[in-house]
T-cell receptor, first 116, second 111 residues
């Protein structure tokens, strides 16, 4: 079945630094990738949608200059949290959508970001 | 806008059946999904149902869909301690074709 690899699984960084999270589709091509954020005991909220070769579409309230998304190929999307602050600490999960079929909504294992 | 609602907690005894309920708002959703999330982990697709189906069974899992009432349920037969997790109901409804999730139901299975 479709597999999405996301790493790192955990990262601790100092306030003010940047962190890059990678999301790869391993056995299928992902035309669209979604980045979600999950606050403790809450559901997943869509942050942005990235399409290969074009600019990401950000949801209202998500700072595009803070959460940089790059979708350079059909198998890789990256989310960079720039100038991280403690309030950016959260669980980030990517989801990749395949060209066809219900495998579109395959999720990575998530990244726990802690900013100290 | 689209909204997905589900109860937050469910506690059952090992061996019993668990039923997790969900209501959604977007009647045009083609697929509805159930995901499982274990602590600190990503989401695992458990099952999905196409909107023209009323029921889908997959081993211990049974999904029931009532399109008229926009109600979806997940039944887990013979619930085991390993089934303890948070279960998310989701529909395809976002402006970007993304999933809209409920807040998740935390299933606790007691021995």
């Amino acid at each position: 079945g479709a597999v999405v690899s996301q790493h790192p699984s955990r990262v601790i960084c100092k306030s003010g630094t940047s962190v890059k999270i990678e999301c790869r589709s391993l056995d299928f091509q992902a035309t669209t990738m979604f980045w979600y954020r999950q606050f403790p005991k809450q559901s997943l909220m869509l942050m942005a949608t990235s399409n290969e070769g074009s600019k990401a579409t950000y949801e209202q309230g998500v700072e595009k200059d803070k959460f940089l998304i790059n979708h350079a190929s059909l198998t890789l999307s990256t989310l960079t949290v720039t100038s991280a602050h403690p309030e950016d600490s959260s669980f980030y999960i990517c989801s990749a959508e395949a060209l066809q079929g219900v495998y579109g909504y395959t999720f990575g294992s998530g990244t726990r970001l802690t900013v100290v | 806008g689209e909204d997905v609602e589900q109860s937050l907690f469910l506690s059952v005894r090992e061996g019993d059946s668990s039923v997790i309920n969900c209501t959604y708002t977007d009647s045009s959703s083609t697929y509805l999904y159930w995901y499982k999330q274990e602590p600190g982990a990503g989401l695992q697709l458990l099952t999905y149902i196409f909107s023209n189906m009323d029921m889908k069974q997959d081993q211990r899992l049974t999904v029931l869909l009532n399109k008229k009432d926009k109600h979806l349920s997940l039944r887990i037969a013979d619930t085991q301690t390993g089934d303890s997790a948070i279960y998310f109901c989701a529909e395809v409804g976002g402006s970007q074709g993304n999933l809209i999730f409920g807040k998740g139901t935390k299933l606790s299975v007691k021995p």
